[in-house]
Structure formats: structure tokens, C-alpha cells
């Protein structure tokens, strides 16, 4: 076996003859290596980021949607087909026994404006059991109440940053009012900060409100039911898909749990992951090929190389494993680099987003990328073994 | 010390066969001072490289110190060589991108065995022997003609081999350099008992040798013509 390091002198050696080449051939394992990583990165971000949003929700928590959902036929048919709820629903499931809270969630965007400015947000058609269900505690002021839903008065209770962004301070917000869609509606409190975009620019309104204008059709996305003791978790959810198969057909509503939900959702988003990171593993295939290219070309320039190393008594594996050695040192050099990049790169994103690296990527990326040179480099490092000497010490 | 017994070399050209060595004998002893002499084409660096068992015969028998080596692997084949053989070559064949010193210590990095001598040592050793030991961190490119031979042979005798085989070692210098090298391949024999096989077409250098070999056409002939 030759000694190591003069394998790494020799590969280092050549490296510096040709700088600019040895660059751009390791700068393609580097742009793989970052492009898998960073969307590696983006996945556990994205997956932590929904497990912190339903660790927010209360517990003991089910939500019925309408449509085969997230089980059976596939996301989308889920969330566009199926039942659209109403109040008759709302009735039924609190009849259900062990159900102690129950809303029902009408959802829409749209503009809040006041003095002249517009803001995006997310209005959300309630009721008071829904700041239970939904862990929303008011900073000031207070919920709207029953009566004011019965009422159908025009009071909301508002997000944090949306409080800012209107009135400057929550407190301020307090007893003001607010345009949306041309009506007017009274603030009667702020919901403390979450960190979760929805409810931070969210606006609750009492969900009879919204049926004079905002929703006409008093039908709402989702019903959430909650019940105080974990084991009843189960038997809420049976009792809720008997009443809905009296109005619906199996199809057309799901029941879950929050932590079926959770894993569906993980389950989703792994699969969307997967096939990004599939699709940018075409760029380290891409690399390699580039790493081969060089290789056979740097076989050829060095051709005299290997006839003197075999004269002094290189076998033909001292020869294949100097040729693989400098590829692999190359290809691997590329994937730290590349990783050095995605390192930065996802320090910065998550400012925006909780994008996160572990170990697992980290690992990954190395002994990807050192697989490549090896799979790679192995052809042209197998020709080079093979030269026959003496053609080898006269190529010119 | 090494023995050739009806040695053949044949080669493919296109499809026509080439016997590049044709059915050669010969012995050369430990401590001889042998020329193989030949015009261009007359099949002697072949020969040469099948007596440093860098080419094997396709048919016939090499025999290195009593044993037949002639079907030996790869790798036992790498390993005689590394330990037995130094080659000296025309075209200096040092690699340029290595230095001096690291050009000579190169046949170490491809020893199998534990070595009995401390490399670094011997390296500097030659160096200073061949005059040489100013130049140790120079690439092969920044030296002269007669310098760079120099550290050929250094890197040849890194081993101690039993057989230096040298393919016109003065080809590529001017004369006074080449006569410079002859001495020192002269003296190598002499004083140190290092056996020297100096291929050559020039009868001047072959007339320096104890012994000529001379080969036409592949085959051994009593005399040069």
C-alpha cells in the first residue's frame, strides 16, 4: 500500500498544475452537495415548523373536514370535495356524548383597513369555544361572547401584529373599529403573540356574523370539537362519524384526531421532500460525470507518469488506487465545500424560515460525495492501471 | 544473475506480427558491465525492458537468480522490480511535478516490505554522491540535461538494486555531459559492484563496456554491423 500521504501530495500536486480545472470539476459535486442539503434542510425546517403549529393547538382536540381527506384518496380530492358543513352539523355533533367544546371554523382571507392603510388577513368565523380549542389567550381585552354571537354583533377580537399594524399598540386597538369587506367592526381584544402568521394577523369574528355578508352561504371549512379527558378522545370520534354518516356519505368527511393529522401532514410533506431531494441528486450524478470526464482526461496527460511509477515498481493497484484516491479527494472536497455553502445558506434562511441542518445531512453529503468519486473515478483510474508500462514511459 | 533462455517479444502491428526480440539467449553476471548495442528498431530496448521485467517474453524464460520469473504476476513481477531493478532512461523521465529529492525517493513509496535503510537518508546520500544535493528542492524543469540524468540514476540506485539498466543514458546531452555520465555509470560498476546493462547505437559508448551484446532485427549477432 502506498503511504497516504504521499497520495494526498501527489493528488494535491496535480490539483495545483491545474487549478482552474480542478475547480470547476469539484464546483459540480459542491452545486449537488448544496442543492441536496439545502432541501434536506428545508424539509426538517418545514416538518419542525408544523409540529410547533399543532403542538399550539389545545389538546384533546378532533377536527372534522370535509372529504375523504388526508387518508384515503389523496390530499387534494380531500380538500376539494366532500360535505359542506352548516349549522345542523354544529347542533348534531354537541349532542354527541363527552363533547365540551365545540366551533365551528369558517376561514378567509381578506383585507382589514383603517385610516387609509390595508392589511391581508386571515378572517376566521368562530365560536367562544374556539379560543379554548385553539389555545387563543387574549393579551387585553376580552373574547366576544355567546350572546354576541346570537346576536350577531359586529365584534372581533384581533391578532397581535395585526393590532400594531392598525392601531400601532394592542392596547390601543381596544374599542376601535375596523373596515372588512364594508362592514365595521368593533375590537374587543388582542390575542397574544404566537408566531404563527394566521393567528398573529387573524381576525375572530362570532361565526353568525359573518353569515350576513362575509358568508352567505353559513357553511364553514372545518367544525373542531374538544372534550376534557384524554380517553374520551376516541369515543368522540366515533359518536361524531355516526351523526355525520346520517347526513353524509363516508366519502365526504373526515374525522381525525390532531395527531393523526400531524403525521399525515409529515407524511406529505416527506414524500414532496423526497422527490425534491431525488431531483437534485440528478446535479451529483451530473458532477460525477464531470469528475470521470477529468479523470480520463488527466489519465492521458499523465500516461508517462504511470509508466516511470511502474518502473520503479508500482503494481497496477498502487496505480488504480492513486488515480481513484485523487478523485475521491476531489469529489470530496466539492462536497465539503458544498456544504460549507448550505451551512451559510441555512443560517441565513432561517431568519425567514426554521429551516434546520442535522447531523444525518451533514454525514450524508460526505459519504455521498466521496461515493461519487469513487464510482466515478473507478473507469479512468482502471485505465490508467492497465496502460501497459512500456507504452506508457514512451507516450509523448 | 539473470538469464534469458529462447526469449520471444512479438508485437501486433495492425495485422501483421512484429518480433521486436526473436528467440534470444544470453546471461549477463552479477558485477558485469554489459552494452547492448543496436541501430534504431533493432529490438534492443525491448530486450532491455525484458531483462528489468517491465515486459514479459511471449515465449521463453527469464530466469533471475536461479528462478524462472518469466510468469510471474503483476504485483510479485512490480515487486522484483522495485527491489532489483534501477532504470536509467534517455529522456531522464523524472516527474515534473515532484522535486528533486522527491523524484528520488519515489521507488520507496512502492516498497512492500519494511526497508532496512532509512530513506531519507540514502536519498540525501545520492544526492550529495551525484553532486546534486543543491538542487534537492528544485523541480526537474528549473535544472540541466546532465543534472536531471543525474537525479535519474540517484533515483535508480534508491533501492541498492542488483541490476541498473540504463537505455542511452547520454542520448539527450551534449558530450562532454554524456561522458560525465558514462564515468559515473563506469564507476558505479567498478567501485561499488553495481552490474550496468547500457543500451546504445553508438559504438564509442558500447566500446567503454566490458562486453558487447549486439542485436539486428531482434536477434543476437556475433558482431555489429
Request: proline share 3%; hydrophobic share 45%.
Amino acid at each position: 500500500m502506498i503511504p497516504y500521504i504521499h497520495l494526498g501530495k501527489s493528488a494535491f500536486a496535480d490539483f495545483r498544475r491545474n487549478k482552474t480545472r480542478s475547480l470547476l470539476t469539484a464546483l459540480g459535486i459542491t452545486i449537488g452537495v448544496f442543492s441536496v442539503v439545502v432541501l434536506i434542510s428545508l424539509g426538517l425546517g418545514l416538518k419542525n415548523y408544523i409540529q410547533q403549529q399543532f403542538e399550539s393547538l389545545g389538546a384533546n382536540l378532533i377536527i372534522v373536514l370535509p372529504g375523504s381527506g388526508f387518508g384515503g384518496q389523496g390530499f387534494g380530492q380531500g380538500l376539494i370535495g366532500g360535505a359542506k358543513f352548516d349549522e345542523k352539523d354544529v347542533v348534531d355533533l354537541k349532542r354527541v356524548p363527552n363533547v365540551d367544546f365545540i366551533t365551528p371554523a369558517f376561514m378567509k382571507s381578506t383585507f382589514a383597513e383603517e385610516g387609509g392603510e390595508k392589511f391581508a388577513v386571515t378572517l376566521l368565523g368562530i365560536d367562544t369555544d374556539a379560543f379554548k380549542l385553539m389555545n387563543l389567550e387574549l393579551l387585553t381585552g376580552k373574547e366576544f361572547s355567546r350572546s354576541d354571537n346570537e346576536a350577531r354583533a359586529k365584534n372581533v377580537v384581533i391578532g397581535y401584529s395585526l393590532s400594531e399594524n392598525l392601531f400601532e399598540a394592542p392596547q390601543r386597538a381596544l374599542g376601535k373599529s375596523v373596515a372588512i369587506e364594508g362592514g365595521r367592526y368593533k375590537v374587543t381584544g388582542v390575542v397574544k403573540k404566537k408566531g404563527d402568521n394566521e393567528v398573529d394577523n387573524g381576525v375572530f369574528v362570532p361565526y353568525k356574523t359573518t353569515f350576513s355578508s362575509l358568508n352567505p352561504d353559513k357553511t364553514f371549512f372545518a367544525i373542531h370539537l374538544g372534550t376534557e379527558e384524554k380517553e374520551n378522545v376516541e369515543g368522540v370520534k366515533k359518536g361524531a362519524e355516526e351523526v355525520l354518516l346520517r347526513r353524509y356519505d363516508e366519502d365526504d368527511f373526515t374525522v381525525s384526531e390532531q395527531s393523526e393529522l400531524l403525521g399525515t401532514f409529515n407524511q406529505i410533506f416527506s414524500v414532496i421532500n423526497i422527490v425534491l431531494v431525488a431531483i437534485a441528486s440528478i446535479s451529483l450524478i451530473v458532477g460525477g460525470i464531470g469528475i470521470m470526464n477529468i479523470m480520463y482526461a488527466t489519465v492521458t496527460e499523465r500516461t508517462k507518469e504511470v509508466g516511470i511509477r511502474r518502473a520503479v515498481g508500482a503494481t497496477q493497484d498502487d496505480i488504480l488506487v492513486q488515480f481513484l484516491s485523487e478523485a475521491v479527494i476531489l469529489s470530496s472536497l466539492g462536497g465539503v465545500l458544498g456544504l460549507i455553502l448550505a451551512g451559510l445558506v441555512v443560517l441565513i434562511i432561517r431568519f425567514f424560515f426554521p429551516a434546520s441542518m442535522n447531523i444525518l445531512s451533514v454525514v450524508a453529503a460526505i459519504t455521498i460525495s466521496s461515493a461519487i468519486g469513487i464510482f466515478f473515478g473507478v473507469f479512468p483510474a482502471r485505465r490508467a492501471a492497465k496502460l501497459p508500462p512500456i507504452e506508457a514511459i514512451r507516450y509523448e | 544473475m539473470i538469464k534469458l533462455q529462447n526469449v520471444k517479444k512479438t508485437y501486433l502491428l495492425g495485422d501483421e506480427e512484429v518480433h521486436a526480440v526473436d528467440n534470444v539467449s544470453l546471461e549477463i553476471k552479477a558485477k558485469e558491465y554489459v552494452s547492448i548495442l543496436g541501430s534504431s528498431g533493432s529490438g534492443k530496448s525491448t530486450l532491455m525492458y525484458l531483462i528489468g521485467l517491465l515486459e514479459q517474453p511471449s515465449s521463453g524464460k527469464i530466469i533471475l537468480d536461479g528462478k524462472d520469473v518469466s510468469a510471474l504476476s503483476d504485483s510479485q513481477l512490480s515487486k522484483i522490480r522495485n527491489l532489483n531493478v534501477g532504470f536509467v532512461f534517455q529522456s531522464f523521465n523524472l516527474i515534473n511535478k515532484f522535486t528533486v529529492f522527491e523524484n528520488v525517493i519515489l521507488p520507496v513509496k512502492y516498497a512492500k516490505e519494511k526497508l532496512d535503510f532509512d530513506p531519507e537518508a540514502r536519498a540525501e546520500e545520492l544526492l550529495k554522491k551525484f553532486g546534486i544535493e543543491g538542487r534537492r528542492n528544485f523541480f526537474p524543469n528549473k535544472i540541466s540535461g546532465g543534472q536531471q540524468q543525474r537525479v535519474a540514476i540517484a533515483r535508480a540506485l534508491m533501492m541498492s538494486p542488483k541490476i541498473l539498466l540504463a537505455d542511452e543514458p547520454t542520448g539527450n546531452l551534449d558530450s562532454k555531459t554524456g561522458v560525465d555520465i558514462l564515468n559515473i555509470l563506469e564507476s558505479l560498476n567498478k567501485d561499488f559492484g553495481v552490474t550496468v546493462v547500457l543500451v546504445t547505437h553508438e559504438h564509442d559508448v558500447a566500446k567503454r563496456t566490458k562486453r558487447q551484446i549486439y542485436i539486428k532485427d531482434g536477434k543476437l549477432v556475433g558482431k555489429y554491423l
